[in-house]
Structures are given as C-alpha cells and as structure tokens.
C-alpha cells in the first residue's frame, strides 16, 4: 500500500513537474472530448482497409484466425453512424491480427481531421485493440497541431458489423490531455 502510494506520488511529481515545464514554453494543458464514428470498410469496389500481408505458410487453423495478417487502412471518420453522414476526417495506419488463440488486433493509426475547428489536427492511437469485446478501451500516444502532446484513453463501441463481409461501424469517445 505504502510502497504504491510512493509509486502514484513519484508519477504525480513527473505529471506535475511536465505540467511546469510546458507552463514555461507557453504551453497550456487543456481537455478534449471528441465524439465520432469510425468505418473500416473490407468489402465493395472501394474498400478502405485493404489486406497488406499475410503469413507464407497458413495451416488450416492459423487461416481461420488470420494470425499475423496486417491491413492498411484510410477509414472515414463520420458524425453519425451512417455510411453518408457528415465526413470530418480519417484514421490512415494499420492493424495486425496479433492474437494466437484469440482474435486480437493491434491498432496503430493517425485520426485526422479536415473540417471544424481541429482541421489539419490528429491524434495518435496505438493499442491493443480486443474486438470481441462491444466495448474496449484504447491508448491515445500522441498528437499535432491543436492536439500537440496528446495523450488519452478512446472508448469503443461496436455500432455494427457484418459478419459476412467484416465491415465494421465502430463509435469512438476520445479524451485528450494535452498542450495547446
Ligand atoms: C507448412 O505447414 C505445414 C503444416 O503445419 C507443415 O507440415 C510444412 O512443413 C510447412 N512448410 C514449410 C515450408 O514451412
Ligand atoms: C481545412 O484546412 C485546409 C488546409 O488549411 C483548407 O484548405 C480547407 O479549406 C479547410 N477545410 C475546412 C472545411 O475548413
Ligand atoms: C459516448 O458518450 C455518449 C454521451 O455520453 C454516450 O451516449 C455513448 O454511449 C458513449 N459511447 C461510447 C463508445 O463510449
């Protein structure tokens, strides 16, 4: 108990010390909540998330899991669920089936926006990424422009997916520490 409280005061005098310090460039600490839908797109003519790579070797079992197979994805970032709703950006990186005995991804990409008041910002997320689970939790690392120095938690809710295709909707909650 003792020895964590020492541990959690060690990481509040680093916070705090990197609070002063930014303080001291100019920079202010503000809070963002961002709210936006997230469409990962395997099937049709224009797919948004497209199969980079794949294991040599596939044994019937590691097939149906796709372990090891990495896709390159631009997906949209919309208002509203639906497939037309309003644009306001994309998530371009990859993910990487990463889980031997279960289906788990790893997630790294750059959630950009190109309209309102955070056009031309990003963050960046990279994160195990359990897409079983409805709701899972996601690690923000980064950001530019007026998400400079980010850092956060996103909150995911599969919207839909269809099992046949793997088009997925996905609604994100992002809270962002960082530095204007
Ligand atoms: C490919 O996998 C099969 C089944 O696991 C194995 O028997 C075979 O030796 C492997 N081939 C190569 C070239 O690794
Ligand atoms: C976003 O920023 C770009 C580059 O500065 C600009 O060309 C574009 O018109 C802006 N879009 C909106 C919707 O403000
Ligand atoms: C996001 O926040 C809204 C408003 O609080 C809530 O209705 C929604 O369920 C949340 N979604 C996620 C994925 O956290």
């Known amino acids: 108990m003792a020895r964590s409280d020492g541990r959690l005061l060690v990481f509040a005098v680093a916070v705090s010390l990197l609070a002063i310090q930014c303080q001291s460039f100019g920079m202010k600490q503000k809070v ?23 294991p040599k070797n ?12 990495m896709f390159v994805i631009d997906d949209p970032l919309t208002e509203g669920p639906e497939a037309d709703s309003k644009v306001l950006g994309s998530a371009q990186g ?6 031997q005995d279960s289906p788990m991804l790893v997630l790294a990409a750059d959630y950009g ?11 960046s997320l ?3 990424n359990p897409v079983m689970d409805t709701d899972r939790e996601l690690s923000v690392v980064g950001g530019r422009g007026a998400f400079r120095m980010a850092q ?3 909150k995911l809710h599969t919207h839909s997916i269809d099992a046949a295709t793997g088009d997925a909707v996905v609604e994100y909650n992002v809270t ?4 204007e």
């Open 94 to 99: 990859y993910y990487i089936i990463s889980g």
């Open 113 to 123: 926006f190109t309209t309102g008041p955070y056009n031309g910002s990003s963050f």
């Open 152 to 154: 956060g938690i996103a």
């Open 58 to 69: 596939l044994s019937s079992l590691v097939k149906e899991k796709l372990f090891g197979t």
């Open 32 to 54: 963002t909540n961002l709210h936006f839908f997230f469409h990962d797109i395997l099937s049709g003519d224009k797919p948004t998330s497209v199969r980079l790579a794949a």
């Open 126 to 128: 990279f994160s195990r």
């Open 176 to 179: 962002l520490f960082h530095y």
